[in-house]
């Protein structure tokens, strides 16, 4: 929601303001560890393929690719049962496993002579029903739009990841259901361009708070949205992966065991 | 031979204490209007002393028995003279006319410097609303919000940016009264222009620090600024025609020299050109001012006056949003004695902000609402022992949001966001007095209590704490809440008290100079939660309570005054400290937060610095130059040692923090057809925080950032020009017109409102992004009166 009101205020900026690309010179960090622990469930008892990538931070301005090929990286269930993930390429680590919803997992990477750890568990969400598409949308009102709707369950509260992605571009938000428990409700897809054809796959994650609270802040920070005087203080977001062996060099980046729920859209 | 009786009756009047004494007042105003003045000079030359009316016109002046001239001076007003042969209490109601050869009365205006020099108010700024009406700025809009950051100490956190700052503090500390109702938004269009009509102003007074006891409630400044009361002898209409909005306001007496009415209106229009442009989207605003004054008797005025004012803008169908402040007041003047002046208000303000979002159906409404009732008794005990003292109570009710689906398919639930209620209150005693020949006094106490009443469902935490430390992860969290408790309206949760001292002294170095100090304590009970750089209009106010603290703060302020031919210099340096200064949690998401308490924390902010204003009053050049050297930070450190707090505890410059702010600003008079002015603005560049690395997740590029402010915009500079234009100057004819041709930023300096950094996607590039909002703008406004 505060994205919507943010993009109200911006409107005005966008009416009289003007925006130039200039040379900005920063400082560099030193790099750190970049997590991207994502384990993805479709169905509950299945075989799930768990997937780690990781990555060095690097300057802001740098396009090269930092890939963290030389790393140790395990998982470990609450009965100590481990699974070794193997490198597949370019930083990503993978291997088949079967996540059991009632139990925690903890990732262990060993890089550069520390250890790396994040624990978690195992979050269901509802499927993706049907998908709505308006002709008439955006701001000059001919642009194409999709929702794609779920039915949010009452009893508890909930916290969802949401993407939508085509050739078109990609839409990435995060929701959490205080102002719409138990109620039917859609993620939203605008991209430019948008023609029928198009093919648009969506997905719908189920996340913890913790989750939510990294992801709403990192999708604040990466968005235009931040502009102007209302922008809100930045400050480097912290996943939930510790460095035990010195806390100091902390990493960035997040473990999270989801299920998803999918959905195929063709525009008409 | 004058010489000598003046000596004789100033030793007379220290010797024969039983002497009697007698009273001479009444209400100062212009001649053509009927206009009560503010701050007009009182001067007995043969005592040496004087006083000044006050905010409705009144002075009363205690001498003793004799013959004295009396000099009655007011910028831009003939003076005044007259010999009172005092022996009996004196009712004497003068009017001034309005001074258009510009005569120079040098001698009386050095008396009335004299008397600036030796009172102890400093940090104070008085603008007319003619010298506000001769600056330049963005399209041709006279702005008193403007006006008033080309003083030293104060700033604005840029183009484009409500609100504004003093001497380093935050926009929501100060204190913004029109008419004695405080207003909580001073701004239109995101801060384009600011919420005040200037046609409709009588006089606007800064106070940044050295604040009087009968003001408090906020940390930081005082901006009191007075309305018209309307014209009592004829009725009259003035306005203008500008690039973006339009005014006009009428005045003019219901029975002659007794009662009159204000009305003025003032509005946007660009958006009615824009379905021409077949644009859907509709930005615009408008506000009403309005006033009804009458004098019952010699004893007794009467005062109504409203203010009602609204921003509104739609984009396609998708958004509407619509927010202002409505105020309504009655004052009621009241003499007790000749001695004794008191005023009664009776004030009802209102903040509403409301949202429309129809594509996710449904709306949002949220604001603030006060009752006050203030009671101020003015003491004119001698002509140099003033005291003022009053009570003022404040019943708030804060509406932190309403959310309602607007349709009945509306996947959104109703959902009412906790109202909370408070009540505030304050009892002052100012007095002024002269401690010697050349130490003069202002001496002060407020105290003030405030009471957070019952509410619905206050949430309960484990050891009172809403905001946990996750030690592994160094991040806050929010708790939860393990119970919550309802209490009656009437009760009272948790109550505050403070004692603010309030103290100013002068001493005269000799006719022309003197050094003044001040030290002063100020309670500001509601808090503005806001973690942008600068306030939005969707920000709400919280109350202190059980789990927020009010903020305090604590200044003191040295100064030079010094008075040369035509100019004066004023040198002020200071240093203030706030603590209880809320700062927000990393990933702080504000927007309809029912439990704020779950990502606050109470910090501390400190500011320093010196302010240097040259100021040339007279002749056909004038203006000033205000140089500011300052520094602004704040910081929070964790609760206990092993938590990091914001920032990791370390002090960092506020977002308004301006190293070196520089401000020139002149009018010239070549003819009485033709009339210039420019202003000049530099200002260090504004703190931000720059990305010092980044990395990829989820597809998404995130940036890493340094520590919190510790990079600059550019610096911030522009030169702005007007030239006005009276094609009639000595037309008797009763209308009367201008033309103010302005170009604001003449040498186009793109200035950096922000540098955001984002991913390109066309080239899959990281860039930086300025964002300027105004270049070159040139613009014709149109003035009439008649």
Known sequence: ?268 | MKNIICFLLFFGSILSWGQEKFTVSGIISEAATGETLIGVNVLIPSLQTGTITNEYGYYSITLPEGEYEFYISNVGFVTQQFTVQLDKNLKKDISLTEDTQQLNEVVIKADIEKLNIRKPQMSVNTLSINTIKKIPVVLGETDVIKSITLLPGVTNAGEGASGFNVRGGAADQNLILLDEATLYNSSHLFGFFSVFNPDAIKDVTLYKGGIPARYGGRVSSVLDIYQKDGNKKQLRAQGGIGAVASRLLLEGPIKKDTASFLIGGRSSYAHLFLPLLDNDNVAYFYDLNTKLSYNLNKNNRLYLSGYFGRDVFTIADSFSNSFGNSTFNLRWNHLFSDKLFSNLSLIYTDYFYGLELSFVEFDFDSGITNFNLKYDFTHFLSDNVELRYGLNSIYYKFNPGDINPTTPTSGINPFKLTDKYAFENAAYLDTEFELSEKIAVQAGLRISTFNRLGQDELNIYENNNPLLFNQDLEIYQKATPIDTVSFKKSETMKSFANLEPRFAISYQLNDDASIKASYNRTAQYIHLISNTTSPTPFDIYAPSGKYIEPQVADQVAVGYFKRFENYSLEVESFYKKVQNRLDYVDDADLIANNAVEQILLSGEARAYGLEVLFRKTEGKLQGWVAYTLSRSEQRTPGRTPLETGINNGAWYNSPWDKTHDISITGQYELSNKWSFSANFIYQTGQPTTFPNGQYEYNNVVVPVYEARNSSRLPDFHHLDIAATWTPKPNSTKRWKSEWVFSIYNVYNRMNAASISFRENTDVNRNEAVRLSIFGIIPSVTYNFKF
């Open chain 1, 1 to 268: 929601m505060k994205k919507y009101v943010l993009l109200v205020v911006c409107f005005l900026f966008v009416f009289t303001s003007c925006e130039e690309a200039i040379d900005v010179d920063l400082n560099d960090s030193e790099p750190r560890l970049v997590v991207e622990g994502s384990f993805n469930v479709s169905e509950i008892g299945e075989q799930t393929q768990a997937r780690v990538e990781l990555s060095l931070t690097k300057p802001f301005f740098n396009n090269q690719d930092t890939f963290v090929n030389n790393a140790e990286v395990i998982v470990i269930d609450e009965d100590g049962v481990i699974t070794e993930l193997d490198l597949f390429q370019n930083g990503i680590y993978n291997a088949p496993l079967i996540i059991n919803p009632e139990k925690e997992y903890t990732l262990q990477i060993n890089y550069n002579g520390e250890l790396y750890t994040a624990t978690e568990q195992f979050k269901p969400v509802v499927s993706l029903e049907f998908v709505e598409q308006d002709d008439n949308g955006g701001f000059d009102n001919e642009s194409i739009e999709l929702k794609a709707f779920f039915t949010d369950p009452a009893q508890e509260e909930n916290f969802y990841l949401f993407q939508g992605s085509s050739d078109k571009g990609f839409m990435v938000d995060t929701f959490n259901d205080e102002f719409f428990n138990g109620n039917q409700i859609f993620g939203f897809y605008f991209v430019e361009d948008l023609e029928p054809g198009d093919e648009v796959l969506f997905s719908l994650y189920g996340v913890d708070e913790q989750f939510y609270n990294f992801m709403f802040t990192l999708l604040q920070q990466s968005s235009d949205q931040s502009d102007g005087p209302f922008e809100t203080q930045p400050a480097t977001v912290r996943g939930n992966i510790v460095n035990q062996t010195n806390p100091e060099n902390f990493p960035l980046g997040y473990f999270r065991i989801s299920q998803i729920s999918t959905l195929q859209y063709t525009i008409e």
